[in-house]
Nanobody, 129 residues
Framework: QLLLVESGGGLVQPGGSLRLSCTASGFTFNNAAVGWFRQAPGKEREGVSCISRTGISTTYADSVKGRFTISRDSAKNTVYLQMNSLKPEDTAAYYC??????????????????????WGPGTQVTVSS
């Protein structure tokens, strides 16, 4: 499992927006499924969104549907998570993971608990007034 680097977090007021970036150094993950996860203090890490290896399929947790959008820029070797209408409950450290072993057109299995045991540094998102 190769590690990725997350960036773009920060402090934002409720209703605001942030765009997180997930990049790789020294390798390409354009043909990998990529998932975004988050972990709030005292809570388990949870899946937020994922994009399949082909980019055809995307999945969102119910709590972020309609507010978050995952996308991939292959030229920049980057996957983004656009987060709009942010709520205080979105406050968490956000992480991304790449997986080359999945069905090319599916990614939901990335959210299975315990599937991944190595994580990058993450990026902190704090939503507060």
């Amino acid at each position: 499992q190769l590690l990725l680097v997350e960036s773009g977090g920060g402090l934002v007021q409720p209703g605001g927006s942030l765009r997180l970036s997930c990049t790789a150094s020294g390798f390409t993950f354009n043909n990998a499924a990529v998932g975004w996860f988050r972990q709030a203090p005292g809570k388990e890490r949870e899946g937020v969104s994922c994009i399949s290896r082909t980019g055809i399929s995307t999945t969102y947790a119910d709590s972020v549907k309609g507010r978050f959008t995952i996308s991939r820029d292959s030229a920049k070797n980057t996957v983004y998570l656009q987060m709009n209408s942010l709520k205080p409950e979105d406050t968490a450290a956000y992480y991304c993971v790449a997986d080359w072993e999945l069905n090319p057109n599916m990614c939901t299995v990335m959210f299975d608990k315990g599937r991944y045991d190595s994580w990058g540094p993450g990026t902190q998102v704090t939503v507060s007034s």
